[in-house]
């Protein structure tokens, strides 16, 4: 995933009624009226809702007869959550070795201690 689609997935993921459409479609598939029924919006609203995931390549929608059903690509996500997890073990190895030497008996004691 390039620079440009890693910021539009977290950009159209910012925004919580997107974030709560993307948990829904972990269960499967489902078509913009199945999607709109929580909520107090117009299909419209969440057909734009659903436009800014597709453009982020996080769903795609395809047709099944009179349906389109929409779907989650899993591995967008998982493009997602391996960026996510590179920096955080990148900040899990820092702060081990910050451990290492604050508790580390070769610590120098602080200037000011007696």
Request: charged share 30%; net charge negative; hydrophobic share 40%.
């Amino acid at each position: 995933m390039d620079g440009t689609t890693l910021s539009r997935a977290f950009a159209a993921l910012a925004d919580p009624t997107r974030r709560d459409l993307v948990s829904r479609l972990t269960l499967g598939d489902a078509d913009v009226n199945e999607l709109a029924a929580p909520y107090e919006m117009s299909l419209q609203a969440i057909s734009k809702h659903i436009a800014v995931l597709e453009k982020a390549g996080l769903v795609s929608r395809r047709r099944e007869a009179q349906r389109r059903p929409v779907h989650l690509d899993a591995e967008a996500l998982g493009e997602l959550t391996r960026w996510i997890d590179h920096h955080r073990h990148a900040v899990e190895a820092r702060m081990g070795r910050l451990d290492e030497v604050l508790t580390s008996d070769s610590a120098p004691p602080p200037k000011d201690a007696p």
